[in-house]
């Protein structure tokens, strides 16, 4: 799903969200990607006969309006969609009694793999807002003998699960120990810190359906010794993607190893959104004369035709940032939509939160 069909979506939901039946006459219907969407119309006509006994006169007349709507809408349609449709419809008015009869049909950025009919207060919103999920994760450990620190790159946001601490000793020995006892209980100390690390990614990530990879950092030789002693089991030890040189073992550490990661991560939206903004920002220092930021600037530059990639944050207010998309799509624009989860995107949106680079100079 690309930053315009996210962002529709988002904005969809959000409206639908919240609307509130007065009764049990917001009617929800899922059609699945590759189902046969005749089927559907004859299950609503089956069910607009059922609603004839619904007890409330205004909740059984607003239920077969918005059954009958539904059903015109997907008689308009030979076959269903790609990725099927959802349709909402409903009563939407505030007022007890006033009738405000309305049809969302939308055909999803992705395929639905849900069957579903119901009449409720509310409608039925999660298949589409797991569309929004971030479809990949990245485990990330940074670590050293005396600490670790467990991570996870979901999107562009990384987030600190877990900090843990060993009890391996320091480099001298104490109380008339022999070196080589001493250099012994160290590395025993070495190796449990090691497993329980192992332990801890196995608790976390195990059974996570959508980690894609994990990310190893730590000082030579101490994370190829844990890769090699810990005991990481087999179905994560084969998930770890990249092994990064890193000095530090707390969150800045984690921060760290995405950076170093960049090859590997090259399509998280991470470093493409830090890519976007960093050349954004390069431009805006040296050719400032093919860049545009603040409202006013870039629709002059978009009425010129000269954008040639738009960039949004997703804190600018949607009805604006809807206006501006429909002017760049216009003109063949790259559209970019970026969060403020990274230092670039915070810059970004303190600088104007909308910006673009240019075709083209503007006199």
């Excluded at 269903?80 to 959802?86: F, L, R």
């Excluded at 699960?161 to 070495?190: C, D, H, L, W």
């Excluded at 092994?243 to 950076?259: N, Q, S, T």
């Amino acid at each position: 799903m690309d930053d315009k069909a996210k962002l529709k979506l988002e904005e969809t939901i959000e409206e639908l969200e919240k609307l509130k039946g007065r009764h049990t006459e917001l009617v929800t219907v899922y059609v699945p990607a590759g189902f046969n969407i005749s089927t559907v119309v004859r299950q609503l006509e089956a069910e607009a006969g059922t609603a004839t006994n619904i007890k409330s006169k205004n909740t059984r007349k607003n239920v077969l309006a918005a059954l009958e709507r539904i059903s015109r809408e997907l008689k308009l349609y030979k076959q269903t969609p790609k990725n099927g449709m959802a349709l909402f419809c409903g009563n939407v008015s505030p007022v007890e009694g006033q009738e405000d009869i309305k049809l969302w049909a939308i055909e999803p950025p992705k395929p639905l793999n849900v069957r579903l009919y119901r009449c409720d207060q509310v409608f039925v919103l999660d298949p589409l807002k797991e569309m929004l999920e971030v479809g990949e994760i990245y485990a990330l450990l940074v670590m050293d003998r005396k600490e670790a620190t467990i991570g996870m790159l979901e999107g562009k946001q990384i987030k600190v699960i877990r900090k843990m601490t060993s009890n391996v000793p320091g480099k001298y020995k104490t109380g008339g120990q022999s070196a080589a006892r001493f250099e012994r209980i160290r590395e025993g100390a070495a190796k449990e810190f090691y497993r329980r690390i192992a332990d801890a990614l196995k608790e976390i990530f195990f059974n996570m359906p959508r980690l894609k990879g994990i990310l190893v950092g730590g000082p030579i030789p101490t994370k190829e010794e844990f890769l090699k002693e810990g005991q990481l089991v087999t179905a994560l030890k084969d998930k770890v993607i990249a092994v990064r040189d890193i000095g530090y073992a707390d969150e800045h550490g984690l921060e760290l190893l995405v950076e170093a990661s960049q090859d590997t991560l090259a399509e998280q939206e991470i470093i493409h959104e830090k890519k976007l903004l960093e050349k954004f920002f390069e431009m805006l220092g040296k050719t400032p004369e093919k860049i545009a930021y603040g409202k006013q600037a870039v629709e002059k530059a978009l009425e010129y035709g000269a954008v040639e990639t738009l960039i949004v944050s997703k804190k600018i207010k949607k009805a604006e940032v809807a206006d501006i998309i429909k002017k760049a799509e216009s003109i063949s624009a790259n559209v970019e939509i970026v969060s403020v989860e990274t230092p670039e995107g915070e810059q970004f949106y303190n600088l104007a939160g909308i910006g673009a680079m240019l075709r083209f100079r503007l006199e």
